[in-house]
């Protein structure tokens, strides 16, 4: 059995570290006992440019920020011949917003995998939250360590509860110590000691401590405080030692300074023995409580320390049954109160230590080596690779609902930009979004026939009426207070306002409306000979398809679409040379939309020309946005031209709702069911199939975000995601009822 673990590793410094070098020499040891064969390696994660003297069982390093790095490991681990791949995760290791980075490694592993989760967060951010539920998706089985976590992973996180085990923090065998060995420090000698260690932060609490000491020196005025730990590098690069000299001046105002020790430094595991074993009591005095694990913690039970700690999550667990005493929260005098009467009785504090010390012998190093390397023989062995043969559409299609776009809407129209979630009123409104959403409105109210439909449809072609123009034209962008300079829009927003014109003359669900969408789009196509540009020929070639199928013995209006359709066709020859088989000489966005509008025409007209343009240039867009099994999407940092490759980013969800389309034109005008299949890799883009995999579609909002950027998603929500998303919702959701 070969298991490689990813994560910190000594000298790197730091708990999971620490942590992982504990794990990776207790599973070679249980190995050992057990006759078990066994092979390790590491690949551990350097920060910020670090570089580390490894020992050499860390056969691969990964730079946290470097992108490429990560899928060179899991070229690596693939090609390792290994068996199984250990996960340590804790927020700040990997890359990206919210160590999204690792992701990319463990989409592409092919073994099982097993992750261990140091910190779980009840209010988790988009980020955290979403990460996390990925990983779990990736992983066979989800190590915690307090049983809390169970229900936090399936209640917040949506983890099969199969998946998850429990499996403790591990702690050296403080029983088989020489004691022999263990020497006190010089200026502890005759002092009563309390010890707080680890890395310093002010989520730590040290002042609390701290501002205990006047009342407790009153009645021991021997007692002395003890801070071992470097400040946590992460506090070091924001903030400086500012924390550690605040607890510095702190002492001094108090003036405790005879009774308060800084030792700054990072200190080894026989060291950490030697000042544990030495102190008389160990205090945690934690400030929140959202702390699902702490290894120190479990370090100064296992040495059978008198401990005293704040009532955090891990501390409520560990501590019962007479393990240690627990005090309120910044509750300096209830702290002090407890110290003074564990000095004043020692036989109490003596109790305290003996029973920390028996519970701390059922969980240390060999004991949780011996379970995780049981927990990994079952994986190996085991048939619940699920996810492993997963296509890329087996996902859960949350409900369709409109709750966002009504949200960004007032009564003049649909809000163009959010803030977050919210609608941002400096933006205004604009021909475009409203156009769509109007789409929106129409498909949803013929797939549900909800009357609320029937109200947003009449509120958004009011819109559409209001920036029309005598000659037929919109214009395209009006303020907040509904005056504009603009006398004319793009060719873009025309287009869609024809297109969403047509729908409605095709689809309207009363006739009051049905005459009110023929009169705007017959005044529309007056205009159509001021169209130039591809986009806005392919969107009025979808308001021209549903006015044809409203009225197919219409002989001028199937001419106009026939007309668009070779200005289409006119510049794909134009631009067609050397592989370039596109309609311009760069590929932009909403390009799923150009050989969609071929397919339609085909569809209504048989003529083999469009099919053949249509099948030419959706092949080129392939080739471009379908290569990794998954949908990426052309970047809007640097467009795509024959002589310069795209940037990957940002991503936006408008193109992916063109993607989709563009299928379902395909599959209706082929009946070709691989092009099903396309459509619902592509509508899973919004939910994490992607190159961040990440979802864009947001369940606690309703929204969409705005797109995938380099290192995480776009929090803002717009008008322009939340059409785009559900117009794809409303398009792909036929397909996955058949």
Not at 23 to 50: F, G, P, T
Not at 344 to 354: D, G, H, I, V
Not at 423 to 445: I, M, P, Q
Not at 519 to 538: P, Q, V
């Amino acid at each position: 059995m070969k298991v490689i673990c990813i994560g910190n590793y000594p000298p790197r410094k730091c708990g999971i570290a620490t942590f992982t070098e504990n794990l990776v020499k207790s599973v070679i040891s249980a190995s050992h006992e057990y006759s078990a064969d066994l092979e390790v390696e590491v690949i551990a994660m350097n920060d910020r440019d670090q570089v580390y003297d490894y020992p050499n069982i860390v056969k691969l390093t990964i730079a946290d920020q470097v992108k490429e790095e990560y899928i060179i490991a899991a070229e690596y681990i693939n090609n390792s011949g290994a068996d199984l791949c250990v996960l340590q995760h804790e927020f700040g290791i990997y890359g990206g917003n919210s160590g999204l980075l690792i992701l990319s490694l463990l989409r592409q592993l092919t073994i099982p995998i097993v992750s261990t989760f140091h910190t779980l967060l009840q209010k988790p951010t988009f980020h955290q939250k979403e990460v996390l539920k990925k990983i779990a998706e990736y992983s066979d089985r989800i190590v915690i360590m307090n049983p809390l976590a169970i229900s936090f992973l399936t209640d917040i996180y949506e983890v099969p509860a199969a998946k998850i085990i429990r499996i403790e923090h591990g702690v050296p065998d403080f029983g088989t110590i020489n004691t022999s060995k263990i020497v006190r420090p010089e200026s502890w000698q005759g002092r009563k000691v309390l010890l707080t260690f680890g890395l310093l932060g002010r989520s730590k609490g040290i002042e609390t401590v701290i501002k205990s000491l006047p009342s407790i020196v009153k009645n021991h005025p021997d007692i002395l405080y003890v801070v071992l730990g470097k400040t946590h590098p992460h506090v070091v690069k924001h903030a400086g030692e500012e924390y550690r000299q605040y607890l510095e001046k702190l002492t001094r105002d108090l003036k405790m300074e005879n009774n308060v020790e800084f030792l700054n430094q990072y200190v080894s595991e026989s060291e950490l023995t030697n000042y544990l074993l030495n102190s008389d009591i160990y205090v945690t005095p934690y400030l929140n409580k959202a702390q699902i694990t702490s290894g120190t913690l479990c370090y100064a039970i296992g040495g059978g320390s008198a401990v005293i700690s704040t009532p955090y999550w891990h501390a409520e667990e560990l501590l019962t049954e007479g393990r240690g005493i627990l005090f309120d929260f910044k509750d300096y005098l209830q702290l002090a109160d407890i110290v003074i009467d564990l000095l004043n009785n020692p036989a109490k504090m003596e109790l305290l230590k003996r029973n920390a010390f028996e519970y701390g012998l059922t969980i240390t190093w060999p004991q949780i080596g011996f379970q995780y390397i049981t927990m990994f023989k079952e994986v190996i062995h085991s048939n619940e690779h699920s996810f492993k043969t997963k296509t890329a559409f087996e996902f859960n299609i949350p409900e369709f609902t409109t709750l966002h776009m009504e949200r960004m809407t007032d009564e003049t129209g649909i809000i163009q930009h959010a803030n977050g979630f919210v609608a941002d009123y400096s933006t205004g409104y604009c021909l475009d979004d409203n156009a769509r959403a109007l789409l929106v409105c129409l498909l949803a109210d013929q797939r549900f026939n909800d009357k609320k439909y029937e109200r947003l449809i009449y509120k958004y072609l009011a819109f559409i009426m209001f920036v029309q123009n005598d000659n037929g034209s919109f214009k395209n962008y009006i303020t907040y207070s509904r005056s504009t300079d603009e006398d004319v829009g793009s060719d873009d927003a025309f287009g869609r306002a024809v297109w969403a014109l047509g729908l409605l003359v095709r689809i309207a669900p009363n006739d009051s409306l049905f005459q009110s969408g023929l009169d705007l789009f017959i005044k529309a196509t007056s205009h159509f000979h001021e169209i130039n540009y591809a986009r806005g020929y392919a969107n009025c070639i979808f308001g021209l398809y549903h006015y044809i199928n409203r009225f197919p013995d219409q002989e001028q209006y199937v001419k106009m679409l026939t007309n668009m359709a070779d200005n289409l066709v006119e510049l794909f020859s134009h631009n067609i040379k050397n592989g370039w088989a596109w309609f311009e000489p760069i590929i932009t966005y909403d390009n799923g939309l150009l050989p969609a509008a071929l397919y339609l025409v085909y569809e209504l007209t048989e003529n083999q020309k469009y099919l053949d343009i249509a099948e030419k240039s959706r092949i080129f867009l392939e080739s471009k946005c379908l290569v990794n099994g998954h949908l990426t999407l052309i970047g809007n940092k640097k467009w795509w031209t024959a002589h310069h490759e795209t940037s990957e980013y940002a991503q936006q969800p408008i193109d992916a709702m063109a993607m989709v389309l563009l299928y379902d034109c395909a599959y209706r005008a082929t009946k070709n069911n691989k092009f099903i299949d396309m459509l619902k890799t592509c509508f899973s883009w919004y939910y994490g199939n992607n190159d961040l995999n990440l979802p864009l579609y947001d369940s606690q909002t309703k929204g969409c975000n705005d797109g995938l950027e380099e290192y995480g998603v776009s929090r803002n929500q717009g008008a322009e995601s939340m059409i785009a998303y559900l117009t794809s919702w409303l398009t792909a959701a036929q397909y996955f009822e058949k």
